[in-house]
């Protein structure tokens, strides 16, 4: 498996923060650009938060942390860097603009992942005069720290060589690398919460429910669920034995029923805002941002921790793949032999 021997990270907000952590946290020493005064604060605080995530996930000990150096131009961060992932704000020309930079600079032979939520790696490309063919969609999901999946997207000008590469070395810090087979605005994972998220504000915005009953009904069913088989596995058991076929034979007509507004969008105006706005306040005020952050990564190491010990202790789903990580991240913390 390729190894990240040293990653640049460009933009550090709340994703570009995660990369950060995830990467120091395997033992990679990082370069950060962020013009924002406050970078090293916000990421500090981040990190700080994923060492104690770690920490618990590790108990035995975790490698030596690498370094994480605030640098005050694109250049100086990107400069022998094997990986380069971007984080800036969803604008095209900003990343027009960032990418154009990295891609003048960088090793011709560095992965540039993009983090970005929809944007296709075939209109980013054209930023890229030297290497497009190096630039992917690396779409991760927050904490970038802890949940491991990354959605993998080629571009029209992507290499072969580079998607196969980034799957490498994102799979050598421990994540799930899932390549998307055809381009796409907003890939996978964000086009299904866009569905949930768009009929959840019809159903706080009608009065339906309340938006904590609207996350007690998902965290109480379907979503512990999900967290462990997914959709289709958990459908195809509620066909009982005669399996997906009678599932989809009894369902299936549902899907001309009036049951969602799917396809249609409530008005995003200040009223709606203010609604969700104060149900959300009165649902979780009490606790502050980063008490949150801690209380979301200790059951996240929690809930993969319980699928580790299942299949006779060899792990289902995510919590195969968190074993094999803490094994990975403990063998690092090994000091070499001589």
Not at 34 to 54: F, L, M, N, Q, T
Not at 97 to 103: C, G, M, N, Q, Y
Not at 188 to 216: F, N, P, Q, T, Y
């Amino acid at each position: 498996m390729m190894m990240i021997k040293k990653a640049a990270c460009i933009g550090g907000g709340v994703i570009g923060a995660g990369w950060v952590a995830r990467l120091a946290l395997n033992g990679i020493d990082v370069a950060l650009f962020d013009p924002d005064p406050e970078a090293e604060r916000k990421v500090s605080e981040v990190i700080e938060g994923a060492r104690r995530a770690y920490k618990n996930m590790v108990p035995d000990g975790l490698p030596k942390e690498g370094t994480i150096s605030y640098v005050k131009t694109i250049a100086e961060a990107v400069a022998d860097a094997d990986l380069i992932q971007e984080s800036v704000p969803e604008r095209l020309e900003l990343k027009h603009k960032v990418l154009s930079e990295i891609d003048r600079n960088a090793r011709p032979d560095a992965i540039i992942g993009s983090s970005t939520s929809g944007i296709k790696p075939s209109d980013m490309q054209p930023a890229l005069a030297k290497n497009p063919e190096r630039l992917v969609v690396a779409h991760p999901f927050n904490p970038v720290y802890l949940l491991p999946l990354v959605e993998i997207v080629g571009g029209e000008k992507t290499s072969a060589d580079a998607i196969e590469k980034a799957k490498q070395l994102y799979a050598s810090i421990g994540m799930k690398p899932v390549v998307i087979r055809k381009e796409i605005e907003a890939f996978v994972g964000d086009r299904l919460l866009e569905a949930m998220w768009r009929e959840a504000l019809w159903l706080i915005k009608d009065g339906i429910c309340s938006v904590e009953e609207l996350d007690d009904i998902m965290r109480y069913s379907f979503g512990l669920r999900w967290a462990q088989m997914g959709m289709f596995q958990v459908y195809r058991i509620a066909g009982g034995e005669s399996g997906m076929r009678h599932f989809m034979a009894q369902f299936g007509p549902c899907l001309s029923w009036p049951w969602t507004k799917l396809m249609d969008v409530p008005e995003f105006n200040e009223e709606l805002v203010e609604l969700i706005a104060t149900q959300s306040d009165e649902q979780s005020g009490r606790w502050s941002i980063r008490e949150l952050e801690k209380i979301r990564d200790d059951n996240l190491v929690a809930i993969m921790e319980a699928l580790g010990r299942q299949n006779d202790g060899r792990g289902w789903g995510a919590g195969e793949l968190h074993n094999a990580y803490v094994e990975q991240l403990s063998q690092r913390a090994k000091p070499d032999e001589a």
